[in-house]
């Protein structure tokens, strides 16, 4: 269970019994990132000491939890039951008879209504947490605001939560999506993953099977363990020049194919993951992210539809985090059965090679 913190001192934030409608007719708390000084290296926080957790963290928390104490949530996920399901995997298992993929379609009209907003009129929605976007001053910072981050995004909560503190990242120009903005997303997803700094926190994107068509739209929650694939071994295919500072790797004896991306250097790690994403939607394939380690390692999982089903997997089942609606299924959940449904959706050994050398000559490109 993660649980939020208040923070004393100069920063403060919505209490429990708050509204985000009742602060002298604000709409909306805005965080915004600490000035950048043109900084050619953005480095990961995790990289620098922290006393207690973070104020993003400590926002966030409480804003979910403010929306939990509500009733906004359609149940308690922290009352579903879980188990590592047995095997050398640690696949993890979630009971959960509420939950359903297809009820994230109800959010088409909600995230579709944010581009009809006019920039200096926000309406007031529950879901609606916070906004983000870049500051000016040399310390993050949460300001109230009655219009919407410019070049931002906005934090909407998953009332249908997968795991605690279940988000939305959106885009606050959804209406003006582009390439540009899909770099920035890339971009604002790492470094929230950054400012966080909670090893709970993890951050992915289902690219092929976003919740608005034509969107990226990422997600986030925080998990109490490691997802399997951050235990999985790996090898290095590609150490970089020097001074390029990321390291690309391959998983090894794991079910599905993944290649990893580390770096400390956010700035590098974004310009990689933003070619390569742009890449593979040009070749029409199927991918998800997921963003671990504070900001400094991703995983990639290219797919292939299944052959039965006609689905991929999400970043979260790739990470090896499972949902059973049923008792029977998750009772009979075996480390085989998980295995199987990685393997279908598994690039073959040809094609993930061929993605392999493309993902390494394009870090080599912009490292040069």
Not at 132 to 159: F, M, Y
Not at 205 to 225: L, P
Request: proline share 3%; net charge negative; with cysteine.
């Amino acid at each position: 269970m993660v649980s939020a913190t208040k923070v004393e001192g100069e920063y403060s934030f919505l209490r429990k019994d708050s509204h985000l409608d009742q602060s002298e007719g604000v709409k909306i708390h805005l965080y915004r990132f600490g000035a950048e000084h043109r900084n050619d290296k953005l480095e990961s926080l995790a990289c620098f000491e922290q006393d207690g957790p973070s104020l993003l963290d400590t926002i966030l928390l409480a804003q979910w939890d403010n929306f939990a104490w509500k009733g906004c949530l359609d149940y308690d996920v922290t009352a579903c039951q879980l188990k590592v399901i047995a095997g050398g995997r640690n696949f993890v298992g979630q009971l959960n008879n509420k939950w359903d993929s297809f009820s994230l379609k109800e959010y088409d009209k909600f995230f579709e209504s944010f581009a009809c907003l006019k920039p200096n009129s926000m309406k007031s929605y529950d879901g609606l947490l916070l906004g983000i976007s870049q500051g000016e001053n040399d310390r993050p910072e949460v300001v109230s605001s009655v219009s919407l981050p410019k070049d931002g995004l906005l934090v909407i909560a998953n009332a249908y939560p997968v795991e605690y503190g279940h988000i939305f990242l959106v885009p606050s120009a959804i209406n003006q999506l582009s390439c540009y903005w899909d770099k920035r997303m890339i971009g604002l997803a790492t470094k929230i993953s950054s400012e966080v700094n909670n090893a709970a926190f993890r951050v992915f994107f289902d690219n092929g099977t976003s919740i608005v068509s034509g969107h990226m739209i990422f997600q986030a929650c925080y998990f109490a363990i490691p997802l399997p694939v951050e235990s999985a071994s790996t090898f290095t295919v590609y150490d970089g020049k020097a001074g390029s500072d990321i390291i690309v790797s391959e998983t090894v004896d794991y079910p599905l194919r993944a290649l990893v991306f580390t770096s400390t250097n956010l700035k590098t790690l974004v310009g990689v993951l933003s070619e390569i994403s742009f890449s593979l939607h040009d070749y029409a394939t199927a991918y998800s992210l997921l963003i671990s380690n504070n900001g400094t390692k991703v995983f990639l999982y290219p797919q292939v539809k299944n052959l039965v089903t006609g689905c991929c997997l999400s970043a979260r089942e790739c990470g090896g985090y499972f949902v059973y609606h049923t008792k029977f299924g998750f009772d009979n959940a075996s480390e085989t059965e998980i295995s199987n449904r990685m393997g279908s959706v598994s690039l073959e050994d040809s094609t993930f090679e061929d993605l392999k050398h493309l993902c390494c000559a394009i870090a080599d490109d912009l490292v040069m």
